[in-house]
C-alpha cells in the first residue's frame, strides 16, 4: 500500500514562497504519476501540478508561471516550489498518486488517483 507524507507547509506574507514535499513510501509499481492538489475551505479539491514518471508536468491555469512541480525517481518524493504566493493560494495541499508511467487522461480529475497524503496547510496573508 502506498503511502504518501506531505511537509513543508506554514504561514507566509503575499509575495513570498513556500515549498512543500511528498514522499512516498510501500509502492508496489515502479513509476506513479504524483499530482499536488488543494482545497480551500468550503470549495472542492482540485489540481495545482501533476508530474509523470518521464517528467512531463501539467499545471492548473491559477499557478502557471509562479509553482514549479519536480521530482526525483529513486525514493519518488515530488516538490511543489511555490513563489509569488497569494491569498487565494490559501488551502490544504494534498499529494496524489496513480499507477503508470503517464499520467491520466483526465488528470485534473480527483477520482484518477488512488492514494492521498494527509495534507499540509498552507496560509498566506495579505
Known amino acids: 500500500q502506498l503511502q504518501l507524507v506531505e511537509s513543508g507547509g506554514g504561514s507566509v506574507q503575499s509575495g513570498g514562497s513556500l515549498r512543500v514535499s511528498c514522499a512516498a513510501s510501500?509502492?508496489?509499481?515502479?513509476?506513479?504519476?504524483m499530482g499536488w492538489f488543494r482545497q480551500a475551505p468550503g470549495r472542492e479539491r482540485e489540481v495545482v501540478a501533476i508530474i509523470a514518471s518521464d517528467g512531463s508536468t501539467r499545471y492548473a491555469t491559477s499557478v502557471k508561471g509562479r509553482f514549479t512541480i519536480s521530482r526525483e525517481n529513486g525514493k519518488i518524493i515530488v516538490y511543489l516550489q511555490m513563489n509569488s504566493l497569494e491569498p487565494e493560494d490559501t488551502a490544504i495541499y494534498y499529494c496524489a498518486a496513480a499507477p503508470g508511467r503517464s499520467c491520466p487522461y483526465y488528470w485534473a480529475s480527483t477520482s484518477e488517483y488512488n492514494y492521498w497524503g494527509q495534507g499540509t496547510q498552507v496560509t498566506v496573508s495579505s
Open positions: 510501500g509502492y508496489a509499481y515502479r513509476t506513479y504519476c
